[in-house]
């Protein structure tokens, strides 16, 4: 059954702590992406990589950091320099970046609270 | 900023069709018109895509008049299920060179028993 998913599903952290955010495919697309969204808000790009070993910053990056060792991963680190982390996190997939229209496919999200 | 103006919220009964219209006074000529559904918690989900006229499928059929300055998600029948907030894309809502979708507010449909 394909698709994307992401680990946990809540995740509680300290201030001060880093944590890291499971991201999964089995759709073998190029492309993938995460995104913040906040209570009533729209999605804002923190990183996207258009494939193996290849990542850019996205629109907040800072406090965030990411890697792609392998095409059906894309694991996210939120550091303790990341001021504001309560947020609900989305990854998502596509074919490839070079089509807009593509449909993204989205993970199910990790909501983070900072006690 | 995305160029798309959709209500803000609507409200419905369980076995209605309910049409959610989508105003994009600018859109491009290359341009698809893209909607999206976000249930509570969850990561959006493509609902139907289009360029002009009609396009239907098994979730949503999307009407697009020969201006393509707006256009309407029908939904048949709703049910409590497809609450939820659908979003609008067109040519502004795509990040350019990034590749990432802008989601605006969207319209936070309620159906109600």
């Known amino acids: 059954d394909g698709g994307i998913t992401q680990s946990p599903k809540y995740l509680f952290r300290k201030e001060g702590q880093n944590v890291t955010l499971s991201c999964e495919q089995n759709l073998n697309h190029d492309a993938m992406y995460w995104y913040r969204q906040d209570p009533g808000q729209g999605l804002r790009l923190i990183y996207y990589?258009?494939?193996?070993?290849?990542?850019q910053k996205g629109d907040i990056a800072e406090g965030y950091s990411v890697s792609r060792e392998k095409k059906e991963s894309f694991p996210l680190t939120v550091t303790s320099a990341q001021k504001n982390p309560t947020a609900f996190y989305l990854c998502?997939?596509?074919?490839?970046?070079?089509?807009?229209?593509?449909?993204?496919?989205f993970g199910p999200g990790t909501r983070l609270t900072v006690l | 900023l995305a160029k798309t103006t959709q209500p803000i919220s609507m409200d419905s009964y369980e076995g209605q069709e309910v049409n959610i219209t989508c105003s994009h006074n600018n859109i491009a000529t290359n341009d698809y018109i893209t909607w999206y559904q976000q249930f509570p918690s969850q990561g959006p989900r493509f609902i139907i895509q289009g360029y002009k006229t009609k396009v239907t499928n098994e979730v949503a059929s999307l009407f697009i008049p020969a201006d393509r300055k707006s256009s309407t998600l029908s939904l048949p029948r709703v049910s409590l299920s497809d609450t939820a907030v659908y979003y609008c894309?067109?040519?502004?809502?795509?990040?350019?060179?990034?590749?990432?979708?802008?989601f605006g507010k969207g319209t936070k449909l309620s159906v109600k028993p």
């Open positions: 998502a997939s596509s074919i490839t970046r070079a089509h807009p229209y593509n449909e993204q496919f």
């Open positions: 894309l067109v040519g502004e809502n795509y990040g350019g060179s990034q590749g990432n979708l802008i």
């Open positions: 990589s258009q494939i193996v070993n290849d990542f």
